[in-house]
């Protein structure tokens, strides 16, 4: 069964440009998560999807962050304008419809932002 | 006060010890605790789950104290392999199953 996979692996912009990251899920999973971790920080929650809407999205920094998932399938994390401090390392996870508390997240390898 | 606190080590071990690693969170209300595991530069992975009785997994043994706010997890028999960096994961109760990380206690295993 393959796994969470992301796209592109790294990424490096300058500083006003737009990046678009995507998370293909493992099929069947509705659940999908976007982390971020920072150099030196823990790794935070962005948003959840349940299928295509979008369960909670509390962490998401600003409104240069924009996350969809049409078709409750696969996902993109979009930032535009992008600053220094959007670089990090972008998880996404997924995990089974109907989880309850101790279920698992599948992680995929994470995208490497670097803006410049 | 940080949410779920760590101490990033480096724990430098010999093979064939006993290590263990403590996480503290700070929210009385979470629910569900984890251990996941994260080579350098790869994705987080579930270790495992930490129940309010306690639970083992071969040469892991994961702990839970509510009263005092920590969960704890036991390697014994360390092999080179185990080196990594071991994250605590917390989640609060409730219909959101936001999750919280710690920073993560780097683990170095040496012959």
């Known amino acids: 069964e393959a796994g969470v996979t992301q796209f592109p692996s790294h990424s490096v912009i300058e500083k006003g440009q737009t990046v678009t990251l995507r998370c293909d899920p493992i099929s069947g999973h509705d659940n999908l998560y976007w982390y971020r971790r920072v150099m030196g920080k823990e790794i935070k929650f962005l948003l959840h999807?349940?299928?295509?809407?979008?369960?909670?999205e509390s962490g998401m920094p600003n409104n240069r962050f924009l996350a969809e998932r049409t078709g409750g399938t696969y996902s993109t994390l979009k930032v535009q304008p992008a600053e220094l401090e959007d670089s990090g390392v972008y998880f996404c996870?997924?995990?089974?419809?109907?989880?309850?508390?101790?279920?698992?997240?599948?992680f995929g390898p994470g995208t490497r932002l670097t803006v410049t | 006060r940080k949410e779920v606190e760590q101490d990033p080590g480096p724990f430098n071990v010999p093979e064939g010890a006993t290590v263990a690693f403590n996480c503290t969170y700070s929210n009385s209300a979470s629910q569900s605790f984890f251990w996941y595991r994260q080579d350098c530069r790869k994705e987080p992975k579930l270790l495992m789950s930490?129940?309010?009785s306690g639970n083992e997994d071969g040469r892991f043994t994961a702990q839970l104290n509510r009263a005092s706010q920590y969960i704890s997890l036991l390697i014994r028999d360390s092999k080179l392999s185990d080196s990594a960096t071991y994250l605590c994961?917390?989640?609060?109760?409730?219909?959101?199953?936001?999750?919280?990380f710690g920073r993560g206690t780097s683990l170095i295993v040496h012959p």
């Open positions: 999807f349940v299928k295509e809407s979008k369960q909670d």
């Open positions: 994961v917390v989640k609060a109760s409730g219909g959101s199953y936001i999750p919280t």
């Open positions: 930490v129940y309010s």
């Open positions: 996870a997924s995990s089974p419809p109907s989880a309850g508390l101790f279920y698992e997240q599948y």
